[in-house]
């Protein structure tokens, strides 16, 4: 009797010619988009409304021209301030706007994204930060950050990626893109890269002199320095409203979560300052929103050299949960 070999499965990866331009106008679902004077703010066969290069989500399109939204619709509140559509001159949804609104979300979203793949931390951007962007880009070799049916999605391996990136970089250092952007466009967005290898410049990293009178935040600084302790209390509220209290000013009316100071710092005095391009700078404060198992969110405050609360935090995000699954956050600072 003849023996029949196994026949194993075998999953291969198939790439097959892309047209880039083509990005541009499609929708979820593969639906063309036939009008780029703005984005389409269509939801495509009852399930997404993502459109473009980017596949931008019309929520996203929203909060990017300045309107809040809330459960991914809007609330009719609109914030000039907040309005980074018209901060960057963009007014339709063609090619290059959209190639724009990519290094807006960048920049938005993960704040180091930027200065990680222009200092050619390749990896690295795309493992800590692009993956928490874009479903497609791996956190792990091959699987997305994201789930689909309570499965961690599949996505282009890194491998693939490190050598797709490697090519495309090749072919703009040779004058070839199928990018719109124009030269120099990294500018508009504080960063500034010479010929060959680029750099982030140095950026103002010393509050400057307030005009305001009232509050110290050097004594604000050094009251949170004072009382911060090894490991989290869970009580960052608690000890940046200490820290604010020293500076000067009275806390009175005060929430109770640390994510609603969001609102309660501007009547204070402090002024929202953009994420876009941020560095921190001495007595800033971060208000993060919350994330499942942490209701209330977090707060902290920038001492010159490192983000504390009521502990000495790795960096802004308190803890890996709000490294993974970033919340929306607010900068305040005294100026």
């Known amino acids: ?18 047209d880039f331009q083509k990005g541009y106008t499609t929708a979820y679902g593969n639906n063309k988009i036939t009008d780029l004077s703005t984005h389409p703010q269509k939801v495509y066969n009852e399930e997404s409304s993502a ?76 493992k800590e930060d692009g993956c928490f962007i874009w479903a497609s880009l791996p956190e792990t070799n091959d699987k997305s950050h994201y789930k689909l049916n309570g499965k961690l999605q599949p996505a282009t391996p890194l491998k693939t990626c490190i050598e797709h990136y490697n090519q495309f970089l090749k072919d703009e250092l040779a004058g070839i893109s199928n990018l719109h952007l124009k030269k120099g466009f990294l ?8 010929t060959g290898k680029a750099t982030v410049p ?19 600084v050094v009251k949170l320095n004072e009382n911060v302790e ?18 000067g000013l009275s806390t009175e009316g005060r929430p109770i979560s640390a994510k609603n100071y969001d609102k309660f710092l501007p009547t204070l005095g402090f002024t929202e300052v953009s994420t876009i391009g941020y560095t921190p700078i001495k007595g800033d404060i971060s208000v993060i929103q919350s994330i499942p198992g942490h209701v209330h969110g977090h707060i902290c405050m920038y001492n010159g050299s490192q983000w504390l609360s009521d502990f000495k935090q790795r960096d802004m995000w308190p803890g890996s949960g709000y490294r993974k699954n970033p919340p929306r956050y607010n900068i305040y600072r005294w100026k």
């Open 51 to 126: 459109a473009g290069a980017y596949q931008v989500m019309r929520y996203v399109w929203w909060e990017l021209a300045g309107f809040e939204v809330a459960k991914k619709k809007k609330t009719g509140k609109y914030n000039e301030k907040r309005n980074l559509l018209k901060r960057h001159n963009i007014s339709d949804y063609y090619p290059e706007s959209q190639d724009k609104i990519c290094l807006i979300l960048m920049e938005r979203q993960r704040p180091k994204l930027i200065g990680k793949i222009i200092n050619d931390h390749i990896e690295a951007a795309i």
């Open 230 to 247: 090894s490991k989290s209390l869970s009580k960052c509220a608690k000890y940046v409203r200490i820290a604010i209290e020293a500076g």
């Open 187 to 194: 500018k508009e967005f504080d960063y500034d890269c010479c």
């Open 1 to 18: 009797m003849e023996t029949v070999p196994k026949v194993t499965k075998k999953n291969d990866i198939i790439y097959v010619t892309n």
């Open 202 to 220: 140095k950026r103002i990293e010393t509050a400057p002199k307030s005009s305001k009178s009232g509050y110290d935040i050097n004594k604000a």
